[in-house]
C-alpha cells in the first residue's frame, strides 16, 4: 500500500478505513482461530489465542519477530535517495516496507541520525507506514516501534515535543511525582507518535565519576534513591498500558570507566556488592510491572565467570534475571552493534548465544542478513529449538496485545495535534526543570544576579551538540532566557576545548560586561576550559559557572564563587537554570551523586544531598 507520508510538512492524516481494513486483512486471517488476541481491560492477554497465532508462522517468521531492526528514512515506502542508498548497503532492501517483508522484523527502532524523526506528524506517518507494511502480509502482525527517548543528554524526538530534563536532574529535584509525571506525560507523546517502546528508565546506580557512557543519565548514585524514581517513571510510562518502559542495563552499568560502545567493560563488584549497590533498582521495576529489561554488554566475574558479556550469559539472564528476581517480562538486548558484545563472538554467534541465555529481542545487530540467517540456521540444525523461539515470540506477543496494538495499530493526524508539545505539556516540563537546578557554590552570595547591578552579561563556554538535534545552542540559549529576564546578555561559544584566541576574545568581552556566566562540559585536569575560567576570574567580573552535564565539573574549578549544575544542556533545564541566576525562582534541588576533591578522589567534596539555597555562602 502507497504510503501518504508528506515528510517534513507534517501535513498527514489517519488512514481511511478503506485502507485500515485492506492493511489488516492478513491479520485477521491470522486471528481467526478464536477471535482477537487483544488485552482485555485489565490489561491480561489470552494466551491460547497468541499460541495459535504462533502455531500458525513459518519458522522464518518467527526468526524474524525477535529482531528489532534500524532503517533510514523518514516515510516507509518513500525515503529520501541517500537514505535508499544507506539502507541498501547496510541492509540490502530500499525501504522500511521491504524490510518488513523480506524479513518479517517483529521491532523498528527510530533513530535521529537514520532520519526517522523530523517532525511529530511526519513520525506518524512513518509509524502507519511501518504498520501498514507489516500487517498487510497474511499472517501479519503489528510492529512494536521502539526508541531511546531518555530525556535530558539522550533523546531521539527534539522538538516541539516536549523535551524533560534527564535522569539526574531529576534525581536532583527528589521528587518521585515528578518522574512519574514526567513518564505519564512523554508516554502520552511518544504513544501518539506509534512508538510504543521506550528504552529508558535507566536503571544504572553511577557510582563511578569517571563513567563515560551512564553519568548523568543515572539517577544518581544512592541505590534506594535511584530505585524509587525508576518505579515511579515505569508508573508514569505504564500508566495507561498504550506504552512499554524498558529498565536498563543489567545487570547495572553504573560502575565502569569504559564505553561497552567501543569497548568490554568489567564490573569488579562482588555478589554482595551487586545485591546492594546495582539490583535494587531492577528489583523495583519488577515490582512495578516493567514491561521489558535491556542488557548490558558488560562481564560481571561475580556473577559468571565464563567471560562472556551479560547479554550473553545464562547464568545472569536466566538464573538471575528469571528464576531470582521472579522477572517473565519481555528482554531486550542493547545493540548488537556495540563492541561490548562483539568482543569475543563473531556477529553470527552473538545472536543465537544471545537467545540461549534468555534474550527476547535482538536489537540492532550489524548486519541483519548475518544475524537472521544465523539464528535460522541454528534452529535447523537443532543447537535452537523452535520452543525455544517460541516463548520468546509469546512475550513479544503479549506485549504487543497488552499494548492493544492488535486492535489500534494506527495513530492519527488529530492525535498529534492533542498530545504532542502541547501548552500543558510545556509548562510541565518547565515546572519540573526549576525543582532540578542545583547551587553548589555560592561565595558572597554572588547570586541572584540583580537586572539592575549587573545588566550586561557575557554568556560563554561549551556549546555541544543538541541530543536531539532541535535544541541549543547552550550559550545562545542562555543568553536569550536571561534577555527574556530583563537583563542584555551576550553569547559567544568557546567550545568544549577552547584555544587561546577563543580564551582572549572571550576575556575581552567580558571586561565589557557586568557579569560572566560560563558553561562547563566534562571539565578534566588537563582541560583548557580550566584555562579560560580562570583567565575570566582574573578580570575581576563576577563568573557563574553552569555545569551543563556532570556537576563533578565543580571540583576542577574551585575558585568560581558561583556555580550551578543543570545536569544537561538541552532548553529546558538551561532555562530554568537562567531563571535561578535571576532570582526569579530559588535553587531547590540536591546532589543526587558525591563530588569527590579533584586532586584526592578518597575525600567527597560535596555530598550527596549538598545544594544551596539563597542567603546562605
Known sequence: MPDTSTGSMGNTSAPSRRTVLAATAGMTTALALGGTAHAGPD??????????????????????????????????????????????????VRTAAELIAKYRVGGIIYFTWAHNTRDPHQIADLSNGIQRASLAPPRGLPVLVSTDQEHGIVCRVGEPA????????????????DARTLGRVAGQ????????QNYSPVADVNVNPANPVIGVRSFGAEPAAVAGMVAAEVAGYQHSRQLAATAKHFPGHGDTAVDSHYGFPVITHTRDQWNQLDAPP?????????????????????LDDSGDPATLSRPILTGILREELGYDGLVVTDSLGMEGVRTKYGDDRVPVLALKAGVDQLLNPPSLDIAWNAVLKAVQDGELTEARLDESILRILRLKAKLRLFDAPYVSQGGVDRNVGTASHLR?????????????????????????????????????????????????????????????ATALSTGTA????????????????????????????????????????????????????????????????????????????????????????????????PVQQADDPTRVLYPIGHGLSYGRG
Open 189 to 196: 507523546e511518544l504513544r501518539a507518535l506509534g512508538i510504543r
Open 428 to 488: 510541565t516540563a518547565d515546572r519540573i526543570a526549576e525543582r532540578t537546578t542545583t547551587l553548589l557554590v555560592n561565595a558572597d552570595s554572588t547570586l541572584p544576579l540583580s537586572r539592575r547591578s549587573h545588566p550586561k552579561i557575557l554568556v560563554v563556554g561549551a556549546d555541544p551538540a543538541s541530543p536531539s538535534g532541535t535544541t541549543g545552542p547552550p550559550t545562545g540559549v542562555l543568553a536569550a532566557a536571561l534577555t527574556e529576564l530583563g537583563f542584555t
Open 282 to 302: 531492577f528489583r523495583a521495576a519488577i515490582r512495578a510491572g516493567i514491561d521489558s529489561i535491556m542488557t548490558a554488554h558488560i562481564m560481571v566475574p561475580a
Open 43 to 92: 490489561g491480561k492477554h489470552d494466551d491460547r489465542k497468541l499460541r495459535a497465532l504462533i502455531a500458525r508462522m513459518s519458522l522464518p517468521e518467527k526468526v524474524g519477530q525477535l529482531f528489532v531492526m534500524r532503517v533510514y528514512g523518514h516515510s516507509a515506502t518513500a525515503p529520501d535517495q541517500a537514505d535508499i542508498d544507506a539502507n541498501l548497503k547496510e541492509i540490502g
Open 498 to 593: 577552547p584555544s587561546s584566541v577563543a580564551i582572549a576574545k572571550a576575556v575581552e568581552a567580558a571586561r565589557a560586561a557586568d557579569a560572566v556566566v560560563v558553561g562547563t562540559y566534562n571539565v578534566t585536569a588537563s582541560s583548557t576550559q580550566k584555562a579560560l575560567v580562570e583567565q575570566l576570574l582574573a578580570t575581576g567580573r563576577p563568573v557563574v559557572a553552569v555545569a551543563v552535564r556532570n556537576p563533578y565539573d565543580v571540583a576542577h574549578l574551585p575558585a568560581v564563587r558561583a556555580y550551578l549544575a543543570s545536569y544537561s544542556w538541552t532548553d529546558v533545564e538551561l532555562r530554568a537554570a537562567a531563571r535561578v541566576i535571576a532570582g526569579r525562582v530559588a535553587p531547590r534541588g540536591k546532589l543526587p551523586v
Open 162 to 177: 516536549t523535551l524533560f530534563p534527564g535522569a539526574m536532574a531529576v534525581g536532583a529535584g527528589g521528587s518521585r511525582a
